[in-house]
């Protein structure tokens, strides 16, 4: 069946503006997590939605990250006023449950770089 | 809080010679250990992972890791590597509790193969 994708693979944008990245999970799976993946800091752990719970958003770095879970489903993460040390490749990864003996399937990335 | 010490950045080996990829952990929980490799050009895949039971874990493809707990370590081992076992690894690991189940990762530790 299909995996995690995302999109856009690669984006390029201009310090100051705004993007959104895009993951669609596995059906079915009702937990979403992103990471960011970037030189210096390997992978971290950013926002993760479980169902309708209120999403968990220790790991946004920072009041300019925002992100939605719509109908339970698709993810939009949002960046503001993007930074170069917000380049990166963005990661999404879904479960099935809330157990934790279920594994993450993460998707391919989106490498954002801010020029 | 919990995290991951890969201490080896970049692991150079000969083709059917054995590696170790050495992992370390600090948590005030007991933990659920994981392996990531994440092949050129690839997402992120599931190698094996330690939830509970038998300290000796193995995947598919010859690779095995050992929980120790005295020594809170995760090594991953295999007798007689592969070209195609050219890939970044990655230890993580989870909390088992109900809730976030976010994945703290390591700093990955690049696997090449030298014919």
């Known amino acids: 069946g299909a995996g995690v994708s995302q999109s856009p693979s690669n984006k390029v944008t201009e310090k100051g503006k705004d993007v959104e990245l895009r993951c669609d999970p596995i059906s079915g799976h009702t937990a979403l997590y992103w990471y960011r993946q970037s030189l210096g800091q390997g992978l971290e752990f950013l926002i993760y939605f479980q169902g309708n719970s209120a999403p968990d958003k220790s790991g946004l770095p920072s009041d300019r990250f925002s992100a939605e879970r719509t109908g339970g489903s698709v993810s939009t993460l949002t960046i503001q006023r993007t930074q170069q040390e917000d380049s990166a490749v963005y990661l999404c990864?879904?479960?099935?449950?809330?157990?934790?003996?279920?594994?993450?399937?993460f998707g391919p990335g989106t490498r954002l770089t801010v020029t | 809080a919990q995290s991951v010490t890969q201490l080896d950045s970049q692991v150079p080996v000969f083709e059917e010679a054995p590696v170790e990829l050495r992992c370390n952990y600090s948590?005030?929980?007991?933990?659920?250990l994981f392996w990531y490799v994440q092949y050129p050009n690839q997402g992120l895949q599931l190698l094996l992972k330690?939830?509970?039971?038998?300290?000796l874990v193995e995947s598919i493809n010859g690779f095995e890791a050992e929980f120790n707990k005295s020594q809170t370590s995760f090594h991953l081992r295999k007798p007689s590597v592969h070209i195609s076992d050219t890939a970044e690894y990655f230890c993580?690991?989870?909390?088992?509790?109900?809730?976030?189940?976010?994945?703290?990762f390591g700093t990955g530790t690049r696997l090449t193969i030298i014919p």
């Open positions: 330690y939830l509970s039971g038998s300290t």
């Open positions: 993580a690991v989870s909390e088992p509790n109900f809730g976030n189940e976010k994945l703290t």
């Open positions: 990864a879904s479960s099935s449950s809330y157990l934790k003996t279920d594994e993450q399937y």
């Open positions: 948590s005030s929980v007991s933990v659920y």
